[in-house]
């Protein structure tokens, strides 16, 4: 691959992520560190990406881009069933209820919710469903409204006043960006205005993003760091911005 390809490709792939590092920039091209920072320099001249500490995120820091729920779901698979692990740890206890929001690590908590532990579970998202019903130890209710074809998840003002109605013991939420500037984020205003409903629906809110996420803005935010209770991400986040949450007051779990 000629070093204009893989740049293009680099350019495509931040693009599309959000976020990713040097060293997996490394790894997926075959090329040393050193050799993926001279190329993320080219992308910043060109205003194609903009470097942060250990890799890159599009130029403008700010994604509008939306990638179908098939694409996210291929990506950082090891991190997201990680994640969905650790926040095992955090359900309520039996006979409490969960809101799960719409998303590829969602899926994954839904996938291992144990079926001896008893939850009423809503949830706007249609693909989480079919894991939901199969546990018998849930009481899964489906929340109203138009279904997105990128995301397959009911939005809209239905699903935002049926939320109003709702007082849940705890929110699993997804993001596509967490940052301390823009707190909680996603690119589609009806997605965000959704989450924003879901966040105040309940007691305690876990935002659940790997680490690709972490320091990425996307377009529209519809959380605070202030309202989120833990943030559950995976064994690669920046230790920097780790601490960099924790000292805004935000718990992090690492799965």
Known sequence: ???????????????????????????????????????????????????????????????????????????????????ARAALDLLPPAGASVLLDAGSTTARLAAVLPEGHALTVYTHAVPLLTRLVSNPALAVHVLPGRVRQTTRAAVGPDTVAALADLRVDVAFVGANGVSLAHGLSTPDPEEAATKRALVSSA????????????????????????????????????????RALTEAGLEVVVG
């Not at 920072?37 to 205003?47: F, H, I, N, Q």
């Not at 809110?205 to 760091?225: P, Q, T, Y």
């Open 203 to 242: 007691r305690r809110v876990v935002a659940l993003a790997d680490a690709s996420k972490i320091g990425v803005d996307a377009m529209v935010r519809f959380a605070g760091l202030d309202d989120v209770d833990t943030l559950v991400t995976d064994s690669s986040v920046d230790p920097a911005q780790r």
């Open 1 to 83: 691959m000629y070093a204009e390809e893989r740049q293009q490709a680099m350019a495509t792939q931040v693009s599309a992520q959000g976020r990713r590092s040097v060293a997996d920039l490394a790894q997926d091209y075959g090329v040393t560190t050193e050799t993926v920072r001279r190329d993320l320099s080219v992308l910043e001249r060109l205003g194609l990406v903009r470097r942060v500490h250990g890799g890159a995120v599009p130029a403008s820091g700010l994604t509008s881009l939306e990638v179908t729920l098939g694409e996210r779901g291929r990506a950082q698979t090891e991190e997201k069933r990680a994640i």
